[in-house]
């Protein structure tokens, strides 16, 4: 099972959590910045207008409110100035300060932590303000009550619905920067509620309306872009807003919790791309930042992310160990939080097939979210975790129930991946309850949408591809222009100089004319010659780029109809062998499935590549053992090493090098180990120099008998492997000591060897 980051929304929680601490503590650093108390003091102490004096107390009381690290004096200094304040404006008739007043005695109660009280004054403010028609302070008082809400699930529609009536406001009065500043927290709400449709247009506009007024601080956006990007599943687009933050970022030297957000996201964005050193080297930058910080709640969830990675790497232990100590190390109040953890740790016991722990933690979450999920906006990481959950305890009514309803809200996100591996579960449930009609129906889903999702990917590299060409012709133009430019300014110099030569010499001007027309009519007549060859030459290699490219479109097709060809050859075997009785005969197609499949991944690589002519043998090994350990995951308990250099082999080469491996790793699975013994198989294949390689199948199995006679065996397998590797002219070594090694070397076929 490919694991989910289940905790990104929890992520976007904390995030939203803390993006508020940091605007506040930018507003404490600029009110320390522009304001010095002390002078503050002695301008009020020294002020003879009212309305000066007002707006100074109202300046030097905000100054106390946002001041980094306020405590209860602070904030009782604040309200005393405030106050005063107040009475000056309302003797004046000061409408405007008068409502700044009401605005920070709100604020004032916030900061005191008196919810109740900060938004009854904050709704007198703000009816204050609309009263007195004053629109953008409206505005932040409709701002102002949206961050007087927790970020609980139920209060996100109203937070949404106070800051769309705060952006009207700001519209109307023009205030861009908080335009900005709203289309940015709109954009992030609607990533809580995993609407990424409504959340990208907002973020969009709020990137489009901060560059209008040139401000610089957009590392926000980015990584909203990048979390959005995330839930749709444009991992491209996701990586590329991710990398625009962190530079954003370290340009202005950002050293806030907001780089570990950053630094978290692109973590999350390698992980779904499967590029997991680049994961683990963000996801610890991101770690080290968040424990500098001293913020236990996000250092818990960097090392949640860090977690999953060790369970992908299948070093389950060491996961449930790390979230452990990190619990108990960093400990929080947060129940939304410990979910988090309760499903990664539901997850981690269901893949090891701990059936009993993993039940505790699945009624927590069932009691927490619904049997179907249906609370907190959860539905579609933990639904894809309960089908497995269900397949893995053979519960089919319940897994088919939760398949349905997964897959129906997938396809309503436009999300092929997790339908593609929702289809492959339910493949493997039908073929397991011998329901193999539908189980050729899923698996075909399963093959069209991974299909899908990888084509999608190719389009984008196309259309980059073609951006980047059109970019590069722009420049030749330029260049071309530029010459031009510069022959006309030669031509001109002439021009002046046959001017003064006319001056001083009929004669000469009309013997140089003569030669000038003569000249002309020889370069014209010769410009139209090579013009006309010029395009001759062009539309030839028009010609052969079009038959180049359908010569690779055709053999892309041909690879690809073949690898479904074979796949359909391997679903009717697989049916064919529900209707036999005979063990021989079942394994026999087994092994013919197994041989088909081995070839149906060479032709696959083939059309998934731009390279049609060799294979990265490196990949396939992966794949194909890959395979095999899956179709034995339930009957034996084997662990894979490999060490498998980066090589690419031609496909006369590839075929044959494929079917030895195949051959070699099924019967050491098959017979290496009886009765569910435990054991290792390394896998390894290196360039040992000089275009020579060397493939070894190594196990710590039963080996082979003592009398075993390579030569007068009648093992298919065997003899096959021996074949191949003729084939390959190559050379097959068998050493049975402590289990069995087998040792194949071969040269590298070149073309001067393939023309022979």
Known sequence: MNFTLYFTKNNRLKIFCFSWILLFLNSALKAQIKENSVLLRKQIASSKDRTQKTILLLRLSDYYITKQGEVKNDLDSAAILNREAYLLSTKAGDHLNKGRSLFLDAKISKERGNKAAAFSKMKQAVHYFERNKMTGQAGEGYEELSFIYDNDPKNLDTKIKLKEKALALYKRSGMKLKQGSVLKDLGELYNMLESPDKSIPLLKKALSVYQSVKFKELQGVYNFLSEAEVQKADYEEALRY??????????????????????????????????????????????????????NSYVRTVANNISTMLIRQRKFEEAIAMIKEYKARYPITDQEFEMTENYILFSTYTILKKFSNAEIYYKKLVDYYGENAEKNNKQISLLRSFVFYHYQTKNYNAMYREARLFDSIARSNGNDMLRSENHLIWFKADSARGKYLDAIEHYQMYKKLSDSVFNGEKSKQINSLKIQFDTEQKDKNIQLLTQKGKVQEVQITNDAFIKYIFIGSILVLIIFAALLYNRSRLKTNANKNLELKRKQIDEQNEQLKKLLSEKEWLLKEIHHRVKNNLQIVISLLNTQSAYLDNEDALMAIQNSQHRMHAMSLIHQKLYQSDNLSTIDMSWYIYELIGYIRECYSAEKNVRFTMDIDKIFLDVSQAVPMGLIVNEAINNTVKYAFPENRKGEVVVSFKNIGKDHFELVVFDNGVGLPENFNIDETESLGMNLMRGLTDQLDGTFLLENKNGLKIMITFRKKTEIDSSK
Not at 263 to 291: C, E, P, S
């Open 242 to 295: 991710g990398l625009l933050a962190e530079k954003t970022a370290e340009s202005l030297h950002d050293n806030s919790l907001q780089i570990s957000s950053i630094y978290n996201h692109i973590g999350l964005v390698y992980y779904y791309l499967r590029q997991n050193d680049d994961a683990m080297k963000y996801w610890k930058k991101a770690l080290a930042v968040a424990k500098k910080s001293s913020d």
